[in-house]
């Protein structure tokens, strides 16, 4: 095993979010079926209690998201969104459409701090090669100028642009769409207890062994956990300055961007979102880290659309009053 494959295991296995669950099993207790994959860039495990006829159904969750995965990844050069990006052909894929329309709502909700326009700058980054530098701020600039949700033309039939520059990025929200995609298969099946963690992104479904799923969310200044809490039902998704980053001249560069500056935003270090919704807590998990502190809890609070944990730079923790 490589040095880097083995830093990148270890890293996943202490994740934002680490499943677990306190109270054990007996020996009356089913066992768990349990599979992983590598799908959408990250290692993605599904747990299913019960016997052996559980796996088909772990199988068929996992086609649903490696289906989700083609469809939605812009890098892949058949699919609708990389003509979108490449050659400017409109979408009219229902199913992406519908993604979008997500995608649009929650980020006018939030003023513009979750954009699905902020591809050319990701790239410009460098963060979708995994070779991140410091742009030059001209060339930031330069780029903002196609950067915004009031450069796409979306409606019933089709997404069209106004700006043949303008590209976009479904990253932020297509790894809850998965998880809700798998969930959806495992509950059709008849499954009522399952846990989906998609490089800790995680969906808790029912109960294990009659009792609420645990999850520890990651303390991202240390090791080891912040809190914990018992979910049925319940996605958790984090986002977090210490997936994607780089260090120059003793400045830490992570790739949350600000749609607004071009440059990464600042003020926290993770946001954990609980939801009923994984597509929801996706979007969430991005928009309040750029929306920081005092605007994302307010933003919460008001709307109540999920609960939140945040951690802000300098390790302070604040959450929304349903989880304190």
Known sequence: ?????????????????????????????????????????????????????????????????????????ILEQNNALYAFNNSHSPVQDKEILDLIQTAIKIGSQTDGAFDITIYPLMKHWGFFDKSPSLPENKDIHRLLMHVGLDKLLL??????????????????????????????????????????????????????????????????????????FNISDLAVVTSGDYERFFEKDGVKYHHILDPKTGYPARGLASVSIIADNPVIADVLSTAIFVMGKDKGLAFLEKTKLAEALIVTEDNQRFSTSGLQ
């Open 1 to 73: 095993m490589s040095k880097k494959l083995y830093t990148r295991i270890k890293w996943i296995l202490t994740f934002i979010i680490i499943a677990f669950n306190f109270f054990g099993c007996n020996k009356s207790s089913l066992p768990i079926q349990k599979q992983t994959r590598f799908l959408m860039d990250t290692y993605v495990t599904i747990q299913i209690p019960g016997g052996l006829e559980q796996i088909q159904i772990i199988e068929k969750a996992f086609d649903r998201i490696e289906a989700i995965d083609h469809k939605f990844n």
């Open 155 to 228: 409606t019933d039939n089709q997404l069209s642009k106004s700006d043949t520059l303008t590209q976009i990025d479904l990253g932020g929200i297509a790894k809850g769409y998965a998880i809700k995609g798998a969930l959806e298969v495992i509950k059709e099946a008849g499954i009522q207890s399952a846990l989906i963690d998609a490089g800790g992104d995680i969906y808790a479904l029912g109960e294990l062994y009659g009792k609420p799923w645990k999850v520890g969310i990651r303390n991202p200044r240390g090791e080891g956990i912040i809190g914990s």
